[in-house]
């Protein structure tokens, strides 16, 4: 086994971490400060959970020859049917409909999620209520540290957690629930996990200087990339105006790390869920795991999602996608 | 006294009441018409360094304020490894030593980086380095009293106990006032026939 | 302790620091007016002045740096008055361009400039031999041996600047000023001087040259003096003497002593000099006939051995062939502190002695149980201490921002920052206020690729003395860092003598207090304060101050001195360590609090691997409970002070 300087050596200086925020907040050695994972002290151990849980280390997923959108039981289309929702959320609302669901339901007691700090930085959200919940919608391409939060909300007991994460933040939850070293608080608590699709994330402050260069002071609420060939990359500021960039301006502020990713659907997921080409008011929807088919059934039969088959050329469409990204070499 | 200049060391860490302590010395032995040099090492040292005053008691002359190697006849160490530290430099077969038991751990023990030895250790090695060692626990003793700062008195009872230097209770007893607040004097005193009687005992 | 130097007893003996015999001296000779700035080994001259000037009447202050303290000093002598400045070596530096200026011009009363070296730099960043302004100043200078000898050459020095009409050196060294010896008393001056500008008179340097001649006739009388000085002297045996040794300072004492344990006494000659500038170069050179040998004994720099060495090329054809030992030779190391061994292994080199202190049984084994047993003692700062929060803060938004940013410091408590008990943080010290002056240098190398964020910190006394031209100068020069100024509300490095910010005087009145945080406004920069304690919160404001980009921002780190607080009110908490929560070296702490924190006031306990607090250490501030990651530290109210 081993620790912070294989993490240090392997991940942080060549500038792999993607921001998962896996290994932060079990220690006061690593911590997440405006969009970042930053290692601020010197540890002496020679293992240590940190390195456990780093997806950038513990990777199984991406044999180019596996099925290349991973294990499931079934995929399907979906989207809230609470049209509040589907408005509030950037596409069908199929996450937001799902943790409400077993928030409401007691299936879980906290909700982990993403939001923006006091000062515009991603970061990891614990919700317990709708509005708490409802707050973190939208996406944000950017990594966003989250799993801190889960951290954090289990420090001191076993709470029932349903985490939304990308593909990374999923296969580190997996690798925490896996490791002897683990508390059994943290291993106990992640009972949902939804995954989100990903392509790559962005890094926070190079993209953050990017915007503040363009003099873009209000805070941004929506990030998004309408689908090829637009190839722009669009920002919604607080007053609802919308800004487009060329992509390509964007890509260098893709997380080095992320060229080491060859997980695009979240296969570590309990639920990957993520857009349909060419329907804005859909989600893909991936039933992984036999929980969250459990999720899904109950989601049903409340009436809580609309569910329907996904055609067939988005379901080519999507493994195509999955299986650029397996092949994708990194740079 | 047997040799002039007679050599006093007292060492320990800053902010121990090192320098007082010595002072409190000099005050006495002046008052009784010797002629002191005491020289002292501080500045940084104050800040958790290690501090050492040499005091050198003449009936004729002007000692240098540095005490040559290996000529001291008389250590007193408010720490244990203060004492080991000074011994090397200036301990002799015939010294004699009164050493505070209680350690002042280094920053690096505390960060655990080095290792503090073991006490049973260091007294040894300061009985091999010395023809007399008075391992006193003085902090103790202080705490007992309620300040532990008064560790450098304790041991300046002791001092006196030993005879080795022409330094008795009444002298200070006479300069003690001077130099506490009047509302520790009888602590201080206390403090003093304390180190008196942790040396009567060991003789 | 009471002081005892404004004592009208003469003829009694006191046991008295070298500084205060400096400052007995001084009234003694009827010294009126007395200016300082703090710094160690010279402080206890001014507080020690301080402490009597009302009883007995005479002006005493800290200046804010030592040329305002020379220049306020040489008001009171051209109105007529005795006046005494008193610095370490660095402040020479600073008064020098003042003073070849006034050497020029003159003085009216008398003047004495005090330098305390401090060879081996046992409370300085260098060990710099300030003798060389009594050169560069052409004016004279003396050295004392000790104590007694520091009294009387201070009081004859205040004659002698006034009858020759220069400022007059007097140097001490550290193992002059902070040695305590036998002093006796003389008399109390009771000479009574008004103060008044003769304003039939203007004193300045011009005609340069007509100056710098007068100059030359003033040091010709002072080795004129000098040739019949009482503060030199020879013993040893009259004639055939096998090496004459020439020595001033305490090397003086140490070469006395290294003969007696040499039993060299009926072979050498001790000459003891302490008018070492001019040179009495008669009473020189009757005493350089004795003997074919000489070996100099002086602190630091060979400024003797040199000065001598070059009389000497002048006299030779008369006296013949001589061999010098000293630094030049290489027989006294020209850096660190000299101490009486030295003299004894040159002594046993020169003349072929076998010395040897103690049996070697007996020091070998003194060594290997010490490098066996003893750990090395790190410097620390003191238990609460605001500046370990300071740099704790400063620590984490320097990490936290990524970009390789570092700390240019300065002088004072702080300068441990580039210690492991500031966290390594600082990476340039240099002279008082020269941190904000390089930070204004990296503020302007943006265009040359330089994307590090600076921090200068500086502390309250320091800022005062040499942190405003710099400022002033970053601020017009529209260079880019963060200045935080480290307020602890005194001068703490060197025992909390006051400045212009505390609202005190050097005589404890009461005063206007000068606002740090006004004054820098006032130069039109953004400034916000922060609690050093707060590492939480102070650690985001650097944090965010270092994401501005644009010019010079400035943070004020606001905390009462640790060794003050403790002596005024005492801290509110007492801390203990919750055993149960306290999870030691496991994953998740690694010792964070006694490993990387390292207050010496947390103990590792290695039995119970669990963290404990010293109780005799711990003072307590709480700072230590913010960091724990387990919560494990707590702190409660102490009701008991």
Known sequence: MKGIRAILAEVFKPGLCVGCGGCVGLCPYISFYDGKVIYTDECTRDEGRCYEVCPRIQCSIGQVDEEPIGPYLAILRSRARNTEIRQTTQYGGTITALILLALKEGLIKKAVLTSDDSQGAPSGVIAQTEEEVMACSGSRYVGAGSLEAFNRAVKEETIPCGIVGLPCQAESLRSMQASPLSHPQHKDSVTIVLGLFCTWSLDYRSLNRFLKEKNLKTPIIKYDIPPPPANVFQVTTRDKETIEFPLDDIRSFVMPGCAFCRDMTAEKADLSVGTVEGMEEWNTLIIRTKIGQELLELADKKGVLELEQLPRSNLEHLKEASLAKRRRKPH | MNSDPLNLIITGVGGQGNVLASRIIGECLIKKGLRVTIGETYGLSQRGGSVMSHVRISEKGTPGPIIPRCKAHVIV????????????????????????????????????????PEPAKVRKALEELSLKLFWIPATEIAIRLGHAIMSNVVLLGALAATGLIPLERKDLLEVLPEVVPSSSKELNVTALDLGMEAVAITI | MKNKIGLDRVGETLLLMGNEAIARGALEAGVSFCSSYPGNPSSEIMETLASVARDLNIYAEWSVNEKVALEAATAASFAGLRAMVSMKQNGINVVSDFLVNLSLSGIKGGIVLVTCDDPGGISSTNEEDARFIAQVADIPLLEPAHPQDALDMTRWAFDLSETIGSVCVL?????????????????????????????????????????????????????????????NSYEGPPDDIDLLIIACGTGFLYAREALELLDLTGRVGLLKIGTTWPLPEEWLENHLSRCER???????????????????????????????????????????????????????????????????????KAEALVSELVPPREFGFCPGCPHRASFWSIKNALKWDDRDGFVS????????????TGFNQVKSVHAMGSGVGMASGYGKLYTYGFNQPVISVVGDSTFFHAGLPPLINAIYNQANFLLIILDNGATAMTGFQPHPGTGVNAIGDRVQSLDIASI????????????????????NTIYRLLQERTGVRVLIMKRKCALVQKREEGFPYRVRVDEERCVGDSCGCNRFCTRVFRCPGLIWDQEKKKTRIDEVICVGCGVCTEICPEGAIVREKDNHE
């Open chain 2, 77 to 116: 160490s408010l720490e244990p490894i203060e004492a080991l530290r000074t011994v090397k430099i200036y301990g002799n077969r015939n010294i004699t030593m009164i050493v505070n038991s209680r350690p002042v751990y280094p920053l690096g023990v505390i960060a655990g980086e080095i290792t503090y």
């Open chain 3, 171 to 231: 140097r001490s060294i550290s193992r002059i000023s902070h040695t305590r010896g036998s002093v006796t008393l003389g008399s109390l001056s009771r000479k009574k001087r008004t103060a008044h500008f003769d304003t039939s008179i203007s004193l300045h340097a011009f005609p340069v040259t007509e100056k710098h001649k007068i100059l030359h006739q003033k040091l010709a009388k002072a080795r004129e003096l000098f040739e019949t000085s009482s503060f």
């Open chain 3, 294 to 364: 000489i070996l100099f004994v002086e602190d630091v720099d060979p400024f003797l051995e040199r000065n001598i060495k070059a009389f000497f090329a002048q006299i030779s054809p008369k006296l013949g062939v001589r061999t010098f030992y000293g630094k030049g030779s290489g027989h006294i190391p020209p850096f660190g502190e000299l101490n009486p061994d030295i003299l004894v292994y040159a002594l046993a080199r020169i003349l072929d002695i076998d010395y040897k202190p103690e049996d070697r049984d007996y020091v070998n």
């Open chain 3, 409 to 420: 410091g300065d002088i004072g408590c702080y300068t441990m920052g580039i210690w492991p």
């Open chain 3, 520 to 539: 820098c406004r006032a130069l039109g920069v953004s400034v916000e304060v922060a609690d050093p304690y707060e590492i939480k919160d102070t650690a």
